[in-house]
């Protein structure tokens, strides 16, 4: 079993930036992908970014160019770097990570941007 905790979501005026942060625990060794998806009101949920155990990373469209994931592998932290961020980004954030054949997810963090 995995466990993944996400913070660092919050209120933020559009241009803004803010960084989520999600540590895995447990039996979290070997943990391949890790990644970040989205869901905003009355939408399904969406993939944002993922990032594999060697670095490479994938990015929506959407956020490419203003998001960067990144990884502590020795701290089991996946990170998500937002700038210039848009009212249409407001959300609520998942991290989420594979290992063993099995999908985790978090609970989710908040992420609310102002015009």
């Known amino acids: 079993q995995v466990q993944l905790v996400e913070s660092g979501g919050g209120l933020v005026q559009a241009g803004g930036s803010l960084r989520l942060s999600c540590v895995a625990s447990?039996?979290?060794?070997?943990?391949?992908?890790m990644g970040w998806s989205r869901q905003a009101p009355g939408k399904q949920r969406e993939f944002v970014a993922v990032?594999?155990?060697?670095?490479?990373?994938n990015y929506a469209d959407s956020v490419k160019g203003r998001f960067t994931i990144s990884r502590d592998n020795a701290e089991n932290t996946v990170y998500l770097q937002m700038n210039s961020l848009k009212p249409e980004d407001t959300a609520v954030y998942y991290c989420?990570?594979?290992?063993?054949?099995?999908?985790?997810w978090g609970q989710g963090t908040q992420v609310t941007v102002s015009t």
């Open positions: 989420n990570a594979d290992q063993g054949g099995y999908h985790y």
């Open positions: 447990g039996s979290a060794f070997s943990i391949n992908v």
């Open positions: 990032i594999t155990s060697g670095g490479s990373t």
